[in-house]
Nanobody, 124 residues
């Protein structure tokens, strides 16, 4: 069992940066693939980024490549999402998710555990 708690969301302006954190409980955090998803009002939850258990493999949705960075600190049981040059259309609730395999997937259905989400609002 893994419990996930996101933090770091907030209200920012176009072009600003935010770093989201996801703190995980449990002693086996390092064996989970992790991912970040987001869901805007009236839209489906969409994949943003994923990272392998070791942090050695990462991948992103094309829309955030070169602006977002996913990373993890297994000693701190935490995964991060650094978001730069934010855009208004990226306003959403951002969710952290854990998958009981070494590598996160691109589909929400791939994941076993979810956090409650943190709101990110990008204003013009």
């Amino acid at each position: 069992q893994v419990q996930l708690v996101e933090s770091g969301g907030g209200l920012v302006q176009v072009g600003d940066s935010l770093r989201l954190s996801c703190a995980a409980s449990g002693r086996t955090f390092s064996s989970y693939g992790m991912g970040w998803f987001r869901q805007a009002p009236g839209k489906e939850r969409e994949f943003v980024a994923a990272i392998s258990w070791s942090g050695g493999t990462t991948y992103y949705v094309d829309a955030v490549k070169d602006r977002f960075t996913i990373s993890r600190d297994n000693a701190q049981n935490t995964v991060y999402l650094q978001m730069n040059r934010l855009k208004p259309e990226e306003t959403a609730v951002y969710y952290c998710a854990a998958r009981s395999t070494v590598l996160g997937g691109r589909r929400a259905a791939d994941y076993d555990y979810w956090g409650q989400g943190t709101q990110v609002t990008v204003s013009t």
